[in-house]
Nanobody
Framework: QVQVVESGGGVVQPGGSLRLSCAASGNIFSIYAMGWYRQAPGKRRELVATDITGDRIDYRDSVKGRFTISRDNTKNILYLQMNSLGPEDTAVYYC??????????????WGQGTRVTVSS
């Protein structure tokens, strides 16, 4: 089994910054991708940024230039540096990890989420 744990959420004023972390651990053969999603109250979960191993990094348009995703591959930790935060970024942020096992099967794992509130 694989565990995914997010941390780093909190309350920040508009224009402020936060860095989220996501640690994946357990029975991991290889990681295909890791990504950040968010869900605001009353809205559907949406992709924020994703890092496909050895391939590419994608961001949703509304966070480009403000958010940066990075990964420590030695520790299977994913980061999301969020700058110039606005009220529209208020949401629960979830980390998703997609692993590839020895049988070439993909498995998707979600963390419990970390809440980010942007408010003055």
């Amino acid at each position: 089994q694989v565990q995914v744990v997010e941390s780093g959420g909190g309350v920040v004023q508009p224009g402020g910054s936060l860095r989220l972390s996501c640690a994946a651990s357990g029975n991991i053969f290889s990681i295909y991708a890791m990504g950040w999603y968010r869900q605001a109250p009353g809205k559907r979960r949406e992709l924020v940024a994703t890092d496909i191993t050895g391939d590419r990094i994608d961001y949703r348009d509304s966070v480009k230039g403000r958010f940066t995703i990075s990964r420590d591959n030695t520790k299977n930790i994913l980061y999301l540096q969020m700058n110039s935060l606005g009220p529209e970024d208020t949401a629960v942020y979830y980390c998703n990890t997609v692993t590839l096992d020895r049988e070439n099967k993909y498995n998707s794992y979600w963390g419990q989420g970390t809440r980010v509130t942007v408010s003055s």
